[in-house]
């Protein structure tokens, strides 16, 4: 499989980051598999930001949940991320991820990744 994720690389805030991750070599709809987002800031460890399971559900990080929505278009077999108010701290880079297993805690061995796009957030 392979994920490629895609987006503005500067926004300003208040504004809200919005994030597609283009799937191939796999359905997301298919299987047993959880697709994810995750995003590691400047100096800082891998932070996982929500989930969508193969099933539609989804799952937030409690401390970013209302700010923070995953959708997906299967004819597109894509899933999106958006984050609403996004402040400087939201500065970082973000991943696509696709796993067999449901986690809240990410290290680059789990799972398979895309390569990852820079956000800035800045006036």
């Known amino acids: 499989v392979q994920l490629q994720e895609s987006g503005p690389g500067l926004v300003k805030p208040s504004q809200t980051l919005s994030l597609t991750c283009t799937v191939s070599?796999?359905?997301?709809?298919?299987?047993?598999?959880?697709w994810n987002w995750i995003r590691q800031p400047p100096g800082k460890g891998l932070e996982w930001l929500g989930t969508i399971a193969a099933s539609g559900s989804t799952y937030y990080r409690p401390s970013l949940k209302s700010r923070t929505s995953i959708s997906r278009d299967t004819s597109k077999n894509q899933f999106t991320l958006r984050l609403s108010s996004v402040t400087p701290e939201d500065t970082a880079k973000y991943f696509c991820?696709?796993?067999?297993?449901?986690?809240?805690?990410?290290?680059?061995?789990?799972?398979?990744w895309g390569q990852g796009t820079q956000v800035t957030v800045s006036s």
């Open positions: 070599g796999g359905s997301i709809t298919s299987g047993y598999y959880y």
């Open positions: 991820v696709r796993d067999r297993l449901f986690r809240n805690s990410w290290s680059f061995e789990n799972g398979s």
